[in-house]
């Protein structure tokens, strides 16, 4: 991998992820995180906010989910937990057009001091509001979700931050498709996302470990991967 010595790198604390992004979460790019439920997206990019707050950075949350834990960042960061809880904000948007309105709102609060955006999850609202056989609104929903995205890419390359998106996983029905595991909304994340990471179980179910793929990384050609565990500290 060529690293990029202009973008800076957050890095997670997790040995196994930090490696394969050579460094950490890049900023001046958004960077996709996909998985099945508990594979670590949720723990692997609060542990990043968690790695910044200590030298001192500040992280916007954007927690669509409502699924943000300050007992698991209590977990996480342990003493350090009242000095790092103050810089890590979190936006809790309860439909898509809030997700939209605190996206194109967020800019008015950007700091020198502002690091990490994270959007967990980009597509949880965005399939609370699709209709199955209305066309027309799922076209203005595919727009909007293309909006944010944009504006997602502008902020990282205009303010210098790192973007994490969080993302939920479908399957696909041919059975005989090497990539039957796909993320929600794939074209448009493709389309945006420099960097994606893949979270996943491994074959031999083990509750502890997970495996990471870097599927996209915009300075090389081959696929990477690595095992980590989750235990209560974190992910490792
Ligand atoms: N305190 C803890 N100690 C050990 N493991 C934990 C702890 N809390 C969560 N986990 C593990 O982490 C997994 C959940 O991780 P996380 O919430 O980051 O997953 P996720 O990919 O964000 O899932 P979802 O898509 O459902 O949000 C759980 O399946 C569990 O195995
Ligand atoms: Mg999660």
Redesign the pocket.
Known sequence: MVINLKNQHYPTGCKCIDNLLGGGFESQIVNHIY??????????TLQCAYKAALKGFTTFYIDT?K?FSAT?LK?IAQNNFSKIGKLIFVYAPLNFSQQMKIIQKLEKFITKNVKIIIL??ISALYSASFGIDDSKRNYKLSKQLNHQMAELVRLAENYDLAILV?N?VRSRISAEDPQRIVPFNRNILDHWCKVQLF?TFPEKMD?KKREAILTKHYNQQDEKSCSFI???EGCQ
């Open positions: 998985g099945e439920s508990g594979t670590g997206k949720s723990i692997i989910e699924a698991r977990q967990d999850t969080n939920q979270l509750m989750i235990s209560n």
